[in-house]
């Protein structure tokens, strides 16, 4: 079992910059694929991105690809989310999310593969 803290989120102009982290407590944080998931007001909860144990494979929302580098240090049980030319419609509650089952990619675009969750963190984009 893992527990997640995301932080980094805030207010920020559209174009501008914010990078997430989420940092685990607990035992094998190394073993866990780690995703990152966001929810609008009023919307389902979507996929954003998603690294393998190891940081050696990356998949992307079409939404964000280009935009948004996910990476982690698994020295340091953390997991980043670097969002670059931030738009409105990234404004949501980003969640970052923890399995430690090997499902391949699509499989990992699924939000019931994670078991583990962290509490959110607001991220809103200006116009």
């Known amino acids: 079992q893992v527990q997640l803290v995301e932080s980094g989120g805030g207010l920020v102009q559209a174009g501008g910059s914010l990078r997430l982290s989420c940092t685990a407590s607990g035992r094998s944080f190394s073993s866990y694929c780690m995703g990152w998931f966001r929810q609008a007001l009023g919307k389902e909860r979507e996929f954003v991105a998603v690294i393998s144990w190891s940081g050696g494979s990356t998949n992307y929302a079409d939404s964000v690809k280009g935009r948004f580098t996910i990476s982690r240090d698994n020295a340091k049980n953390t997991v980043y989310l670097q969002m670059n030319s931030l738009k409105p419609e990234d404004t949501a509650v980003y969640y970052c999310?923890?399995?430690?089952?090997?499902?391949?990619?699509?499989?990992?675009?699924?939000?019931?593969?994670?078991?583990?969750w962290g509490q959110g963190t607001q991220v809103t984009v200006s116009s």
């Open positions: 999310a923890a399995t430690p089952y090997a499902y391949s990619w699509p499989a990992l675009s699924l939000d019931e593969k994670y078991r583990n």
